[in-house]
């Protein structure tokens, strides 16, 4: 499943719903779209297991009965873990996010790593480029540090991002400032951090 992109995933709740039997809603207009809001892209490669999203359905239903319904419809890979009714005026999921919190694993021995977490930490700014644009990644480092190594002695970080509005730091960008390729770790988004309310 971490080889699923945003859109393959937005389609795959859409599919699951449609199996499910459920009423799921849909916007008007000559292309109608299911309504579904996803609470963060999840990067291409990249795990998790705190994923929120805000469904609508046309009708109310109990929610031991729409979560007996998706279970049944779930794709391999996709768990669900909790079903809670929403406000419908609460505010949309990308404006309550803060941060997401990552925990890091390293498949290839990274010499001196120690050392250059400790200069990210203490540098003032990381200047960095994504898609022609500048942007500072030192911000956007909100926490970082090694755990305990795994049982194979590979090493293991925890990371907290911002991700603010235009403000949104990316695990795989501060694995390059680090020098780690991407594909040489295995990233898990373990947290989503909520504003209070």
């Not at 609508?56 to 049944?72: D, H, Q, Y």
């Not at 873990?81 to 919190?101: K, Y």
């Not at 120690?114 to 480092?141: G, T, W």
């Amino acid at each position: 499943m971490r080889y699923t992109g945003h859109l393959d995933l937005h389609r795959a709740w859409e599919r699951t719903f449609r199996r499910s039997g459920l009423p799921l809603a849909y916007s008007q207009g000559f292309h109608p779209q299911p309504k579904i809001n996803l609470g963060s892209a999840l990067p291409l490669g990249i795990t998790s297991d705190c994923e929120v999203g805000d469904f609508w359905l046309e009708t109310t239903l109990p929610v031991s009965e729409i979560t007996a319904a998706v279970e049944k419809a779930l794709p391999p890979g996709i768990r669900l873990t909790t079903v809670e009714e929403v406000d419908l005026h609460a505010p949309t999921l990308q404006t309550q996010l803060l941060a997401m919190e990552y925990e890091i694993l390293l498949l290839e021995p990274f010499s001196g790593l120690d050392e250059r977490l400790a200069q990210m930490l203490s540098a003032v700014s990381l200047p960095r480029q994504r898609r022609d644009k500048a942007y500072d990644l030192r911000p956007l480092i909100e926490a970082l540090h090694r755990l305990p190594d795994d049982e194979q002695g590979h090493a293991r970080l925890q990371a907290r991002l911002a991700a603010r509005a235009g403000a949104t730091g990316r695990p795989e960008e501060l694995m390059a400032e680090i020098g780690v390729p991407v594909e040489a770790t295995r990233i898990h988004r373990t947290r989503l951090v909520w504003a209070e309310g």
